[in-house]
């Protein structure tokens, strides 16, 4: 499937759906926005409900590249756009005995390039998805950052100019809400937010991700992790990543295994753990 | 982003403005860019299908999470089936209660000088403050409510701080070399990098967490440490403010903005158990579990409560110990604590105090200066 097929609304579900990507009718809305209006798209919801998961499946359904630009605390222009290679400028330095002047120093050859400046010079023939993972662990000062280079899809280098974009990407950012995102940059962006699957998408997404899992497997998993999302008091839920590693793990086991040997797959607080043992959550399950 | 817009049915124009007013009227922020966008987007859609325009009307409009419950209510009431939610919002039906709780309006008394709100400040308005410092909370007159402002947004500009990953040029020899500077700097003795420069790691503002309780027991309290809460917000980036009584309400977003009354009165709308009921456990652990990322690691978590808890002191216990774990420091300010022979004797205080950093009175202004020191250096 190319860019331009994804014309409508089920064409884009049927092109994550064809990467094992089980999107519903508003994350496949907002996917085929992001797309033909050139927008990018902020997904936020829960841990392990497939955020950055979409761009993958996006990015090799319609053959595009994908960049990503994964965010951390005191992320700035020299992790995300470029930098340049210092030691090899000292190098060169050393072995021009002097004999260099600033415009062969500061030359492209010495350019380091990082996900946003490569996002914006790769080849115009094929499409690029940039991922900009976890945009609430970078500060306020990246985040403005930012929102310059997604109205512009330029940047610049002092050293050589402006650099824009020879074709624009289609940006995904994704967030866990560790803290709000300015209101600015939100307004850039389309927005959706992904909710924990309903148990019988669930199963699909178990089997469109494992095909060799039988449907017992499936079935069982699936219920054990709502009736721990049904839990009001726990600390951490179970994602769709752990429901899957939970099916691997039953699998991988054989018949023998229980839930409660593997709960560890799926709870990772001690208490938690505790809490659900004593009031037999996973009972008959 | 220049391609004409698509010519929309005049109609569709008019409802679409309709949807925009009724969302802005409910809170959420639309503007004339996302106006356009929309437009764009109903082009690319089908617009027979009601469902089809919904979703991209939501993805288009909303921004936050809040907004998509906003959403569809405003959406129902301009496409849909003729049913015009009340036009009062459900905030109406709270008591009045927690708004005779706050002073919309505090009158300072003619009889007393204003407050002082330059530099050049007159002995007698000086000793004024100063007395305001060890006096009670639970004694204050409106118009010392007023006069104290100044002082309590002074100590809220003191905050915690941590180290950044970021860096910057420091002068002194440190162990980040700054390459680029020293390739700039070795320009100058045709290449050799005779002088090395350094960076250093800078500064940034810790997050800080505000709880304050409302129940009825701190009702003396809850007006001025509130006003603090307010002047935190106000302050700086990285504070989140929740109240409780008997159940937790984040307020962060309600106290933003500079106007002080209007901030407190819109936090008395949301907060819907004012000098009510206390339980704390249950508060402490609604804030582990759904604000759990927003408290984080790292932050420093100030609680304002007298401790009288009507809930389960085994529950204030686990919840307190996993939120000792996941934050940088707790802190408690407890008004009764003010008193000399104060003993954590209530039973919610009993529980906490095993997993506190520090206990404070909260009761004064000296008390809150005292805060503001301790903040400052952990």
Avoid at chain 2, 19 to 30: F, K, P, W
Avoid at chain 2, 234 to 260: K, N, P, S, Y
Avoid at chain 2, 330 to 335: A, C, G, K, S, T
Wanted: charged share 25%; glycine share 6%; proline share 5%.
């Amino acid at each position: 499937m190319t860019l331009a097929e994804l014309e409508s609304v089920g064409a884009a579900s049927d092109a994550l759906a064809g990467q094992g990507y089980l999107a519903d009718r508003q994350l496949a809305m907002a996917v085929h926005l992001a797309v033909v209006l050139g927008q990018p798209l902020l997904l936020e919801g829960e841990a392990g409900v497939g955020k950055t998961e979409v761009a993958r499946a996006l990015s090799v359904a319609i053959g595009a590249k994908l960049i990503r630009l994964q965010c951390h605390e005191g992320i700035d222009l020299h992790h995300a756009v470029y930098d340049w290679d210092y030691a090899r400028q000292l190098l060169a330095l050393r072995a021009a005995e002097g004999g260099v002047d600033e415009g062969q120093l500061f030359a492209r050859r010495f350019l380091l390039r990082r996900p946003l400046l490569e996002a914006l010079e790769s080849d115009p023939s094929q499409p690029v998805v940039l991922l900009i993972d976890e945009i609430d662990r970078a500060d306020d000062e990246f985040e403005a950052f930012l929102l310059e280079f997604l109205s512009d899809f330029a940047v610049t280098i002092p050293e050589l100019g402006t650099i824009t974009a020879r074709r624009r990407p289609i940006v995904l950012l994704t967030s866990n809400r560790t803290r709000e995102l300015h209101d600015a940059l939100k307004r850039r962006c389309l927005y959706h937010w992904i909710d924990y699957p309903t148990p019988e998408r669930e199963r699909a997404i178990v089997h469109a991700r494992l095909p060799e899992v039988p449907e017992a497997v499936a079935l069982r998993v699936v219920e054990a992790v709502s009736r721990l999302r049904d839990q009001g008091d726990l600390y951490k839920l179970p994602g769709v990543g752990e429901t899957i590693v939970w099916a691997q793990a039953l699998l991988a086991l054989g018949d023998e295994a229980t839930l409660d040997e593997t709960l560890g797959v799926a709870l990772k607080v001690h208490e938690d753990v505790l809490r659900v043992r004593e009031r037999g959550v996973l009972d008959g399950v | 982003m220049s391609e004409p817009l698509a010519p929309l049915a005049e109609g569709m124009v008019g409802r679409l403005g309709d949807l925009t007013s009724v969302l802005r009227a409910q809170g959420t922020r639309v503007g004339v860019g996302e106006l356009l966008t929309a437009v764009r987007c109903l082009d690319r859609v089908d617009c027979t299908v009601r469902d089809e325009v919904r979703l991209a009307l939501r993805t288009v409009l909303c921004s936050q999470h809040v907004d998509l419950e906003r959403f569809d209510l405003a959406f129902r009431a301009v496409f849909g089936d003729g049913q015009v939610p009340g036009a009062e919002p459900s905030l109406s039906d709270l008591g009045v209660i927690e708004k005779a709780v706050l002073p919309s309006l505090a009158m300072p008394d003619p009889a007393r000088p204003a407050a002082p709100d330059d530099a050049e400040m007159l002995p007698a308005a000086w000793s004024d403050v100063e007395l305001l410092l060890e006096k009670d909370f639970a004694r204050y007159t409106e118009a010392e409510m007023v006069l104290a402002r100044d002082l309590i947004a002074r100590l809220a500009r003191r905050h915690p701080t941590r180290l950044s990953r970021r860096t910057r040029p420091s002068r002194r020899r440190g162990h980040i070399p700054d390459l680029r500077q020293t390739v700039h700097a070795s320009l100058r003795t045709a290449g050799e990098p005779l002088h090395r420069r350094w960076r250093s790691p800078t500064q940034r503002p810790r997050q800080l967490v505000l709880v304050c309780d409302v129940s009825g027991s701190m009702a003396p309290y809850a007006r001025m440490l509130l006003q603090y809460m307010h002047a935190c917000v106000a302050a700086r980036r990285r504070v989140e403010a929740f109240a409780f009584g008997t159940r937790l309400t984040r307020i962060t977003q309600e106290l933003a903005g500079r106007d002080h009354d209007r901030a407190l009165d819109r936090a008395a709308a949301v907060v819907t158990d004012f000098s009510g009921g206390t339980r704390i456990g249950a508060a402490i652990a609604e804030l582990n579990r759904v604000h759990g990322r927003r408290v984080g690691r790292g932050s420093v978590v100030v609680i304002l409560s007298d401790g009288w808890d009507r809930g389960e002191p085994e529950q204030l216990d686990v919840e307190m110990a996993r939120l000792r774990r996941a934050a940088y420091r707790v802190v408690w300010l407890n008004p009764l604590a003010a008193h000399p022979d104060y003993q954590p004797l209530a039973r919610g205080m009993q529980a906490a105090v095993p997993h506190t950093d520090r206990l404070l009175p909260g009761n004064s202004l000296a008390s809150l200066e005292q805060l503001a020191a301790i903040l400052e250096e952990i």
